[in-house]
């Protein structure tokens, strides 16, 4: 396959950045996306020009480092993919890709590709844990979990961290990726006493980051590689409401 | 010149006697403790953001010390550690099938086919049931029966079923737990975390290890960061082989530089090869994926009985099938421990019965367990396998066979550590991956997230109070001389490598090592072999130095310049690598010598002569190493050929 690639290049975060037009030929289908840009660096490198910068790790969809805005959708047009994931077999000989890194006001950029993510760690920071130091564990058995309750905390908890999410949400909004883990820790029993004040302590932080509301357009689940499901603002929304109620109440405890 | 040089054998392992399900409480009474007022006076370095340093790292700092952490990707919770697939052992016996710390301990010392210490392997299998109960107190969703309790799967090398999980994801799972646990130590400012940088030096002072040189890789700022201990938990070496199943960046320069600074290198030459992971497709390749070793409880692997038989799996008949693991290893079946596996795979193909492209591939068949169990249930077990598997090769498993092919997974040797888990060089202590770890020669599978996590959680956290017992150690700053010169070599190596400006790519000489590992040092090694490699990899290195070519600066975001620094290294390591295997004159678990095999084909153990850990000592670029022996006494677990058959 013939390819014409149009990719954005800033060099730090001062420069305003544009799109570079790149011809890459005798791409194999077989390629994964980015094996598709490492051809292309190589052929970058030798020729004198500086290759194009892009986050990336382990290459299998589990670490959430890589992520890019493919033809203006996050992780490219494979539903349920990362880009490392997404194979060159998903576009046409002749094709234009346009390759962009995540737009969002929280994930400002870093170099060419690559944005800084880390509002998503001081979200889970204000509060995305069950406290438990080690050591203090009781016998894993003695607090049953109901399957359907652990199932449905495994499908939370399968949140990558990606920002996928935060950059196909029209708000910049990095509502998905907090619910998931607020629903994935208030459907276990564990995650009880800390229920509330941890619903507080996200969303705040969310806010601080400089996220964007939510305002259901449920875009960021359609672009989650890993389905995370729109329910799950739900869920955060009604202990947010709880949470806030009780707030006002100044009850402690239940 | 020799290619070594042998010096004294080690003495102390620190290792407690007596009887061996004491030593590790007693080591803990025997330690010297640091009080709560002392440990916020004390600062300990965390070097990697795993299982096993995400966890040292939370529970340091709920102790009470003030932790400074480093990782080269962005976020902490993103460590390699992230991808293990298949789950975790612990000794619970839920099943009431035999299981107990004594048959995990038994089997783990046996499957890593005798090399490695009793008394560590004992430790781990103690604490190993702690492990489940803090993750789950934690959070972790593991997969649990309808009852509301924990299930759990059977794994390669053992009988019992013991391997917690969490679908495909286990390693992802338990990642986040300590994420969330070391997030909540940042939250309430006891760790001070430091994502996107990578260390490129050890500072030691007086003998002791008291800080890094790091690289911040957005800006290229090099500072000196400073503590009363340092902890390597860093992973492990596989990228040498350029393809491997680590992610991109995993490396062994944080290991490879304390190396360098005094601490011993052991049995680097034991690699894991892991037997099920998706084929090369072609040149371009840039890693491999692997498919957790748990599909190989309800998938069976075939290839045809005839060479060269190109019909489509499913018009091949059954009696024209080989399941040859099944046929060798009757009692273990497809369930053989991966060094077997691996090899066996790669026997049916040197015999020319591999299939697909450049038959250098197996079939792992669910057509069985489909029938038997129904789609929904190996969806429900495998569907996020299933997924992984169709969208790298364009096929679907529910209806053709998966192809599989081993690739370098996970490496045995790291650097020494002593019981404490400390290495040669005082206050460096060194867990996880990262250390020679207590596989022995190979491990089993849903161990290494059980070791990450006890040496991180347990193990790590109690014993290095006994060495800051003597702490705080003398403050230091930027200016000490030992500082000085660390931070000026990171500098000189950076310009260097940005000064060659050749016409070769950092990537093209990476993938050139990587084959000369494959094809010499990987699942079948020899004399002949290792030595030509060891003349390759010398060779390529000088051209690395003439002809690499890094563009950009030092002074802010420059992936290939982070890059050049870590294949830089991995020359250096590849080296010792094959003297290592060469010297090893026997066949044992990753270590396959083509000298030393059976009748049958099988690893040829040399218990009178190779009965110890071979751990190295850097004396100079260029000069032999000299070899340190530590001798491995088996009072429980007698050596025996291992048999799965």
Not at chain 1, 85 to 92: E, G, T, V
Not at chain 2, 350 to 374: E, T
Not at chain 2, 451 to 463: E, I, M, R, W
Not at chain 2, 475 to 500: G, Y
Request: include cysteine.
């Amino acid at each position: 396959m013939n390819l014409t690639l149009r990719i954005w290049r800033q060099s730090g975060p001062e420069d305003k950045g544009r799109m570079v037009t790149y011809q890459v030929d005798d791409v194999s289908p077989d390629m994964s996306f980015l094996e598709m840009l490492d051809v292309l660096n190589e052929r970058l490198i030798l020729a004198g020009e500086e290759p194009v910068a892009f986050d990336h790790d382990c290459r299998e969809g589990i670490c959430g480092m890589c992520g890019m805005m493919i033809n203006g959708v996050a992780h490219g047009p494979q539903r349920g993919t990362t880009t490392c994931q997404l194979h060159m077999r998903q576009f046409s000989d002749g094709d234009t890709i346009d390759i962009e890194p995540w737009r969002a006001q929280a994930f400002p950029v870093i170099k060419d590709l690559v944005v800084n993510r880390s509002a998503f760690d001081k979200i889970i920071a204000a509060g995305g844990y069950i406290t438990a130091p080690t050591g203090s564990a009781p016998e894993a058995h003695s607090v049953p979990v109901a399957k359907a309750n652990a199932d449905a905390a495994f499908e939370a908890a399968a949140c990558i961290g990606c920002g996928a999410c935060v950059a196909a949400c029209p708000n910049g909004s990095g509502m998905l990726f907090t619910a998931a883990k607020v629903t994935q820790l208030s459907l276990l029993p564990q995650g009880q006493p800390e229920r509330y004040t941890r619903v507080i302590g996200m969303v705040e932080a969310h806010d601080e980051a400089g996220f964007g509301g939510c305002t259901n357009a449920g875009e960021c689940t359609v672009a989650c590689p890993k389905g995370i499901p729109l329910n799950t603002i739900g869920r955060l929304n009604r202990d947010y409401l709880k949470a806030t109620t009780k707030q006002a109440d100044n009850t402690p405890g239940s | 010149m020799d290619l070594y040089i042998e010096g004294d054998p080690i003495a102390d392992t620190k290792a407690p006697d007596g009887p061996i399900e004491t030593r590790w409480e007693r080591r803990r009474f025997e330690a010297k403790l640091v009080n709560p007022a002392n440990r916020r006076k004390m600062t300990v370095i965390v070097v990697g953001t795993g299982l096993a340093g995400g966890s040292a790292a939370a529970t340091l700092a709920e102790q009470g010390y003030k932790v400074k952490s480093y990782c080269y990707q962005d976020s902490p919770r993103r460590a390699h550690s992230i991808a293990a697939q298949g789950g975790i052992n612990a000794a619970k016996n839920y099943r009431n099938d035999g299981d107990s710390v004594h048959r995990l301990f038994y089997d783990t010392v046996k499957g890593g086919d005798f090399r490695s210490r009793e008394s560590n392997v004992h430790r781990l299998a103690e604490v190993s049931v702690n492990i489940i109960d803090q993750c789950v107190a934690q959070g972790v969703p593991f997969a649990r029966e309808y009852g509301g309790l924990l299930d759990t799967r059977s794994f390669g090398g053992a009988q019992v079923q013991r391997t917690f999980y969490a679908r495909g994801q286990t390693g992802q799972q338990l990642l986040l737990g300590a994420y969330q646990a070391l997030e909540r130590q940042v939250g309430l400012g006891n760790v001070e975390m430091n994502a996107r940088h990578e260390m490129l030096e050890l500072i030691v002072v007086d003998g002791r290890a008291r800080g890094i040189v790091v690289r911040d890789l957005v800006t290229g700022e090099i500072t000196t960061e400073f503590a009363d201990a340092v902890v390597l938990a860093s992973g492990g070496y596989g990228n040498v082989f350029y393809l491997s199943t680590n992610a991109k960046g995993c490396n062994v320069t944080a290991t490879w530089r304390a190396h360098r600074k005094g601490a011993y290198f052991a049995n680097p030459c034991f690699t894991q090869i892991h037997p099920t992971c998706i084929p090369v497709s072609g040149d371009h390749q840039s890693k491999l994926t692997l498919m957790s070793e748990s599909l190989r409880n309800d998938g069976r692997v075939w290839v045809p009985k005839a060479k060269g038989d190109d019909r489509a799996p499913r018009d091949i008949p059954e009696d024209e099938r080989d399941y040859y693991l099944e046929r060798i290893y009757p009692s273990f079946g497809n369930l053989v421990p991966r060094d077997i596996a691996s090899r066996a795979a790669k026997a049916v193909c040197d015999q020319g019965r591999g299939v697909g492209p450049g038959g250098l591939g197996v079939y792992l068949d669910f057509a069985d367990a489909i029938s038997r169990l129904g789609r929904k249930a190996i969806e429900a077990k495998y569907g996020n396998l299933f997924e992984m598997y169709e969208r790298i090769t364009g096929e679907d498993p529910y209806e053709v066979p998966m192809r599989i092919y081993p690739a370098v997974h996970y490496t045995m040797g790291g650097l020494w550590v002593d019981y404490d888990l400390q290495s040669t060089i005082p206050g460096l202590f060194v867990i996880g991956e990262a250390n020679f770890s207590d596989h022995g020669a190979n491990r089993l599978g849903a161990s290494a997230l059980m070791q990450g996590l006890a040496d991180g959680y347990f193990v790590l956290p109690n014993t290095i109070a006994n060495y800051l017992a003597a702490g705080p150690f003398e403050k230091l700053d930027a200016s000490h001389p030992a500082a000085v010169e660390a931070r000026r070599d990171v500098e000189d190596r950076i310009q260097r490598l940005l000064a060659v400006n050749g016409d070769r790519t950092v990537d093209s000489f990476h993938r050139e090592l990587g084959q000369i590992m494959w094809d010499h040092c990987g699942m079948e090694r020899s004399e002949a072999g290792l030595r030509k490699a060891i003349d390759e990899i010398r060779a390529l290195r000088d051209q690395f130095w003439q002809r690499v070519r890094v563009l950009g600066d030092g002074d802010g975001l420059n992936q290939s310049l982070e890059k050049a620094g870590r294949v830089a290294d991995f020359f250096e390591l590849a080296e010792l690598m094959c003297i290592d295997a060469l010297h090893r004159e026997e066949s044992c678990g990753g270590h396959f010598r083509a000298e030393h095999q059976t009748e049958d084909g099988e690893a040829q153990r040399d218990d009178e002569n190779f009965s110890y850990v071979a751990a190295w000592e850097f004396t100079g670029t260029g000069k032999p190493s000299v070899l340190h022996k530590e001798d491995l006494k088996f009072e429980y677990v007698h050596p025996t050929q291992r048999s799965y058959k």
